[in-house]
């Protein structure tokens, strides 16, 4: 299984890119969003990578951070949600955004992708609202970005890039990410602060997780 691909970008084309690895032209596709944000013909660029097999179709699709591509699996896995509905989700609203959508149970902010009904949309809301706080949770760790100019490598050496382990439980490290987490929802600094200190008196060994969890029900709207 191919998790990331350095090299040089043979072409750029509406839906994807080719992207040229020692000596072979790989095809990745890539949302609107990702298109944009790469160099041109010529330039370098890596990209985390999620391969579809099917008896009659190999499709390679790129992702600039692990965060993106974690939505995408998550997504894809959501009955009616296939590769290419993901990627005009993750086009039209960015990582951060599919997950301040589905934390918030916001269905209005995923129809807004080309072709999702609001049927489909409130079925992401539902199956993965529960999940969105251990993706939220990588976010807050930085979601391993990848840069640009990151030296090439041969696809024999690319190799699946794993999230860092959670923080320890009752830590600090939870605690701030957890924060950073809800500032990407868009809440306050002191709305976020008072949320996990809330979330943290009432469990003191909670993972980064558990404590996101707990705190957007400690922010969600009363009555």
């Known amino acids: 299984m191919i998790g990331r691909l350095s090299g040089r970008i043979g072409y750029v084309g509406s839906d994807h890119i080719l992207l040229e690895v020692g000596g072979v032209g ?3 596709h890539v949302s609107d969003r990702t298109r944009a944000s790469l160099p041109g013909p010529g330039g370098v660029a890596s990209l985390y990578t999620d391969m579809l097999v099917r008896e009659d179709l190999l ?36 990582a951060d955004g599919v997950g ?6 916001d ?15 409130q079925r992401v809301i539902n199956e ?5 706080p251990a993706v939220m949770a990588l976010g807050a ?11 090439p490598h ?11 382990p959670h923080a320890p439980p009752g830590t600090g490290a939870a605690q701030a990410e957890a924060m950073s987490a809800l500032s990407n929802l868009g809440y306050a600094p002191s709305e976020a602060a008072r949320a996990v200190a809330e979330a943290s008196g009432a469990q003191a060994d909670a993972t980064t997780e558990t404590l ?12």
Do not use: N
């Not at 269905?107 to 949309?121: F, L, N, Q, W």
């Not at 993965?128 to 969105?132: D, M, R």
């Not at 760790?141 to 030296?151: I, K, N, S």
């Not at 969890?213 to 009363?222: G, T």
């Open 26 to 28: 790989y095809v990745v």
């Open 59 to 94: 499709q390679l699709f790129g992702f600039p951070t692990l965060l993106e591509k974690e939505w995408h699996r998550l997504l894809t896995s959501v009955q009616g949600i296939g590769a290419k509905a993901s990627l005009a989700i993750l086009g039209t609203l960015g």
């Open 100 to 105: 301040r959508a589905i934390a918030l149970g």
């Open 107 to 121: 269905a209005t902010a995923i129809r807004a992708a080309p072709g999702v009904g609001p049927k489909i949309a």
């Open 128 to 132: 993965l609202k529960e999940k969105a």
């Open 141 to 151: 760790r930085g979601g391993a970005v990848l840069a640009a100019d990151d030296p």
């Open 154 to 164: 041969p696809p024999s050496a690319a190799a699946a890039q794993l999230p860092q």
């Open 212 to 223: 996101i969890r707990a705190a957007l029900r400690v922010l969600a709207p009363k009555g």
